[in-house]
């Protein structure tokens, strides 16, 4: 198993941080697909409101070919094409380009953000390339490491199966320098970090399918 490089320097914030522990309380209870509840609590039990919980992936390399192909390759001069993004599930995230490209190609890069300018939640999404009317043309991003989930008043916090793809492939991952790394497929193992004061803690958890995940964390 391979993970992103992100991901291992969250693991090692964690234990550098001094975690204290996480409960399982109800790994049996049904759901459709995947889902992790959790509450979070202080050194004193009291619930922590307002605490992002940022989520990561466990991933598995598969392969270095084929390499994705992000840009759309022109077929005729004047063709107007739109570029949005859209979620694993189809719902609409972003319009990002709209317009008749100059050259032969176009190549529009998505910065993870929604129309409202806000970083969306980890998970899977495709940027397409609408040309005259029809899809001629779409590109993979994994998001990971973003917040995912907040914790209520209650200090309560869902993940909802749109953001926990197990299974997933192939997930192309890309290093900081945007040079492709790699295709991926998405495990079973899901990484919730949480950021209290100076500390940071990185948990893990085991998904089931068809099963919630309901979890019990303390932090100091």
Request: glycine share 10%.
């Amino acid at each position: 198993m391979k993970l992103p490089l992100g991901l291992i320097l969250g693991l090692t914030v964690a234990l550098l941080s001094g975690c204290r522990d996480i409960n399982l309380l109800d790994a049996r209870e049904t759901t459709e697909g995947y889902r992790i509840v959790g509450s979070v609590l202080d050194g004193l039990d009291n619930p922590i409101a307002g605490l992002g919980v940022r989520l990561s992936y466990g991933a598995e390399y598969v392969s270095g070919s084929p390499v994705p192909q992000r840009e759309y390759i022109l077929q005729s001069p004047g063709e107007f094409v739109l570029v949005d993004v859209y979620s694993l599930k189809g719902n609409h995230i972003r319009s990002l380009y709209a317009g008749t490209p100059a050259g032969t190609s176009l190549f529009v890069q998505w910065n993870k953000r929604n129309n409202a300018g806000a970083l969306v939640p980890s998970g899977i999404y495709f940027v397409r390339y609408t040309v005259n009317g029809s899809p001629r043309h779409s590109y993979t991003v994994v998001v990971d490491g973003h917040v995912s989930a907040t914790t209520d008043s209650n200090g309560v916090f869902i993940i909802p199966d749109d953001f926990l793809p197990v299974g997933y492939y192939p997930a192309p991952l890309y290093s900081g320098a945007d040079a492709f790394l790699g295709n991926y497929r998405i495990q079973n193992l899901a990484y919730l970090e949480f950021t209290v004061g100076a500390n940071t803690y990185v948990y893990s958890v085991v998904l089931e399918l068809n099963q919630t995940k309901r979890l019990l964390v303390r932090v100091q």
